[in-house]
């Protein structure tokens, strides 16, 4: 059924929630506002950096939400890839997925070069076939547009794809694009029944049976 199998990167393949913390707080204290918890900022992983801003402080100042998230880029860069880890069933499963002949992806919020820098830490680019990044498109998911793009990128059509993520952004954006979606319960969004999803499983694993056994 399916040719091309697309992943998101934050809770989907991989965690990078220390260094996500340590930017967000970064940039917030540099602009006036009160550090947040692990908790107020884990819940906001997956949004552009923009709604991250607003999410955690309720302001809606533009050019605010843009210095935030250019300060966040300047503590990224510095601590995001030698923070960042994949979980242990990421490797085989991508690994299993190209000998079975399947193409990937990955579609993230995350910049291109970012995710270009975790795969060669882990000897990990070769598994991956496409990258849209959130540098890569003028409109972040939950808008459909980097989704649109992979598919597109990968020569395949829309029914032959399954799209991977932990949270409703992911979610969105796949029933936006007509594709299917298949959800992984290591994020913090756990109730998925609104959207149109194929499968929803406990990790990456899991998802990799079905895609399998269909």
Same mark, same amino acid.
């Given at each position: 059924?399916?040719?091309?199998?697309?992943?998101?990167?934050?809770?989907?393949?991989?965690? %990078?929630?220390?260094?996500?913390?340590?930017?967000?707080?970064?940039?917030?204290?540099?602009?006036?506002?009160?550090?947040?918890?692990?908790?107020?900022?884990?819940?906001?992983?997956? *949004?552009?950096?923009?709604?991250?801003?607003?999410?955690?402080?309720?302001?809606?100042?533009?050019? $605010?939400?843009?210095?935030? $998230?250019?300060?966040?880029?300047?503590?990224?860069?510095?601590? *995001?890839?030698? %923070?960042?880890? *994949?979980?242990?069933?990421?490797?085989?499963?991508?690994?299993?997925?190209?000998?079975?002949?399947?193409?990937?992806?990955?579609?993230?919020?995350?910049? !291109?070069?970012?995710?270009?820098?975790?795969?060669?830490?882990?000897?990990?680019?070769?598994?991956?076939?496409?990258?849209?990044?959130?540098?890569?498109?003028?409109?972040?998911?939950?808008?459909?547009?980097?989704?649109?793009?992979?598919?597109?990128?990968?020569?395949? !059509?829309?029914?032959?794809?399954?799209?991977?993520?932990?949270?409703?952004?992911?979610?969105?954006?796949?029933?936006?694009?007509?594709?299917?979606?298949? $959800?992984?319960?290591?994020?913090?969004?756990?109730?998925?029944?609104?959207?149109?999803?194929?499968?929803?499983?406990?990790?990456?694993?899991?998802?990799?049976?079905?895609?399998?056994?269909?």
């Amino acid at each position: 059924m399916y040719k091309a199998v697309i992943f998101d990167y934050d809770f989907t393949l991989g965690d %990078s929630a220390c260094g996500i913390k340590l930017s967000c707080n970064y940039a917030l204290e540099k602009l006036g506002f009160m550090e947040k918890t692990d908790n107020e900022i884990r819940r906001t992983i997956g *949004m552009s950096l923009k709604d991250v801003f607003r999410t955690l402080t309720g302001s809606y100042d533009e050019d $605010a939400a843009e210095r935030f $998230a250019a300060l966040f880029r300047e503590s990224a860069d510095k601590v *995001m890839t030698d %923070s960042a880890v *994949m979980y242990e069933d990421a490797l085989p499963t991508l690994s299993e997925l190209r000998r079975l002949g399947f193409k990937t992806g990955i579609v993230t919020s995350k910049f !291109h070069y970012r995710i270009d820098e975790i795969l060669r830490k882990f000897n990990a680019e070769s598994l991956i076939d496409v990258i849209v990044g959130g540098d890569d498109v003028t409109r972040e998911k939950p808008d459909p547009e980097g989704l649109v793009k992979a598919v597109e990128a990968l020569g395949t !059509h829309k029914r032959e794809v399954l799209y991977v993520g932990d949270c409703f952004v992911d979610a969105k954006a796949a029933q936006s694009a007509g594709v299917d979606f298949a $959800a992984v319960l290591t994020g913090t969004t756990t109730d998925f029944s609104e959207y149109n999803n194929v499968f929803i499983g406990n990790n990456l694993r899991e998802v990799l049976d079905f895609v399998i056994k269909i």
